[in-house]
C-alpha cells in the first residue's frame, strides 16, 4: 500500500519560492516514477515536471527554469523547488506516483499567487 503526503503550499508574492514536498510510504518509491500534477481552477490536471527511478527529470514547458524536481530515495521523498512564482502557478498541486502494478495520488497542496 502507498500512501502520498504532499506540503509546502502556501501563499507567495510573484517572483517569490516555495518548495514542495511529497513524503512516500511503503516500499515501491525507488522503483517508481515520482511527478506532481497541478490543476487549476477550471483547468484540467497537467503534469508540472517529474523524475524517473534513475533520475531523469521533464518538465513541461512554462516552468522550465524555474522548478526544479528532486528526489531523496532514502527518505522516499519528492520535492519541488519552485522559483520565480507566476500568478498562473495558482494551482492546487498533486504528487503522483507510478509504477509497473499502478499509481498513486496525494490528496494535493494548494499553491496561491497573491497580486
Known amino acids: 500500500q502507498v500512501q502520498l503526503v504532499e506540503s509546502g503550499g502556501g501563499l507567495v508574492q510573484p517572483g517569490g519560492s516555495l518548495r514542495l514536498s511529497c513524503a512516500a510510504s511503503?516500499?515501491?518509491?525507488?522503483?517508481?516514477?515520482m511527478g506532481w500534477y497541478r490543476q487549476a481552477p477550471g483547468k484540467e490536471r497537467e503534469l508540472v515536471a517529474a523524475?524517473?527511478?534513475?533520475?531523469?527529470?521533464d518538465y513541461t514547458d512554462s516552468v522550465k527554469g524555474r522548478f526544479t524536481i528532486s528526489k531523496d530515495n532514502a527518505k522516499k521523498v519528492v520535492y519541488l523547488q519552485m522559483n520565480s512564482l507566476k500568478p498562473e502557478d495558482t494551482a492546487i498541486y498533486y504528487c503522483?506516483?507510478?509504477?509497473?502494478?499502478?499509481?498513486?495520488w496525494g490528496q494535493g497542496t494548494q499553491v496561491s499567487g497573491s497580486s
Open positions: 503522483n506516483l507510478r509504477w509497473a502494478l499502478g499509481r498513486y
Open positions: 511503503g516500499s515501491v518509491f525507488g522503483m517508481s516514477t
Open positions: 523524475i524517473t527511478s534513475g533520475g531523469t527529470t
